[in-house]
């Protein structure tokens, strides 16, 4: 058996791994950070949603029922920067949830924009 004229290529698997692998590491990066953005858009909206309807409880509800029931619903690393409001019109109450996205993992830094939920719930008659 004859050998190769430039040599032994024993070990090119590994120095061609070691070569690709930053970009392995980048999508797996951006693949992260799109997760988190779509769970930020979940967060909100979810968390829009039960302040709408805690706004519309019988006992209790209202402005401060639903900014509560709001900032309730979120994860405690999602607080940084969230913005609640809740208002009636036309016989419906509508909450909006602000929240930053965060960058890599919550709580160690946030990107420049907002992520925004809203919802409505009817208000109950009271009898």
């Given at each position: 058996?004859?050998r190769?004229?430039?040599?032994?290529?024993?070990?090119?698997v590994?120095?061609?791994?070691l070569?690709?692998?930053p970009?392995?590491?980048?999508v797996?990066?951006?693949?992260w950070?799109f997760?988190?953005?779509?769970?930020?858009?979940?967060?909100?909206?979810?968390?829009?949603?039960?302040?709408?309807?805690?706004?519309?409880?019988i006992?209790?509800?209202?402005?401060?029922?639903?900014?509560?029931?709001?900032?309730?619903?979120?994860?405690?690393?999602?607080?940084?920067?969230?913005?609640?409001?809740c208002?009636?019109?036309?016989?419906?109450?509508?909450?909006?949830?602000?929240?930053?996205?965060?960058?890599l993992?919550?709580?160690?830094?946030?990107?420049?924009?907002?992520?925004?939920?809203?919802?409505?719930?009817?208000?109950?008659?009271?009898?």
């Amino acid at each position: 058996m004859r050998r190769p004229v430039g040599g032994s290529d024993r070990g090119q698997v590994s120095v061609e791994f070691l070569g690709v692998l930053p970009l392995i590491l980048l999508v797996l990066v951006l693949l992260w950070q799109f997760a988190l953005v779509g769970y930020t858009y979940s967060l909100a909206a979810d968390s829009a949603d039960r302040g709408a309807r805690a706004a519309t409880a019988i006992e209790g509800g209202g402005t401060g029922a639903c900014r509560a029931a709001a900032e309730r619903e979120l994860p405690r690393a999602w607080h940084d920067g969230a913005e609640t409001d809740c208002r009636t019109e036309a016989g419906l109450w509508k909450a909006t949830v602000r929240i930053k996205v965060p960058a890599l993992f919550p709580g160690a830094g946030q990107f420049p924009w907002t992520v925004t939920g809203t919802a409505g719930a009817a208000k109950e008659a009271r009898g």
